[in-house]
């Protein structure tokens, strides 16, 4: 009964730790303060990126200013975007709130106005209309995202730290629950590093979300390694442990025999 209930305790530990080691990675990818713009200015460093954000932008200027084709929109764009300098500006600008975008749009239409003066001045003149239509809308929604990511991980880690010690304390082979624990960790240390490092170059030259993913991956590669790591040789740690308590649980050697641990093992002394 202690042994299927400990079992029990554990596995729910481990979903618990999972789910908050995930929603905790999703918020410092993704959602947590600055992080978007973090994302979005490397993702606007791919070439796939920059074409999908071109063509948006040449669309809108020759929608909104009479005049320029969307051929010379494109043109322009084009141009302007293969400048290192405009990732950190169109990603400040499409995840800054509307309040920021006016201190923006004068460094933005700097750029703009060495390659086409001319439609530089037009765009100005109509940034008002222009420029709210170039936000991504899932930005708006994660300030909300932010705190309900930390609450779920808050949550996920107290739950899984209670349960593992209600599992430790009642289980019969403690040995046992610490190697689990341990393969746990190891596994998710070993996903994570191969996640920060391995993911951005698998995901580069995709689509748009994939270039935001990596861009996110990227941001955050500092602040997520030592967590990873930390995993990796926490899981090392208790293996190391549970190899250890299993073989003081057996017992000390006897004229090259253990003393047994079950009844009926039991070794007579010589």
Known sequence: MRRSLSS???ALALVCGTVALVAHVVDRVAVAPGRSEA???AALRTPSTRAVLRDEVARRVAQQVPG???GR???VAGRILADPRVADTAGSLLAASPDRRSRIVDGALSLLRSRDPALADQVRARADRLLPRLRVPVLDRLGAEHERLL?????????????AALALLLGPRR???LRRIGVWGLLAGMLGVALL?????LLDGGPVWTALVAGGLDAA?????PLFVGLLVGGVLLLAAGAAAATAARGPAIGGRRRGTRRGDTVLDR
């Open 175 to 177: 040995d046992r629950l």
């Open 8 to 10: 029990l305790l554990l």
């Open 73 to 75: 929109a494109r043109d």
């Open 68 to 70: 320029v084709s969307v």
């Open 197 to 201: 490092w391995a993911g951005p170059r």
């Open 39 to 41: 994302a979005l200015k």
């Open 221 to 225: 590669r500092g602040g997520l390694a």
């Open 151 to 163: 609450a779920v991980g808050s949550l996920g880690a107290t739950a899984a730290v209670v349960l």
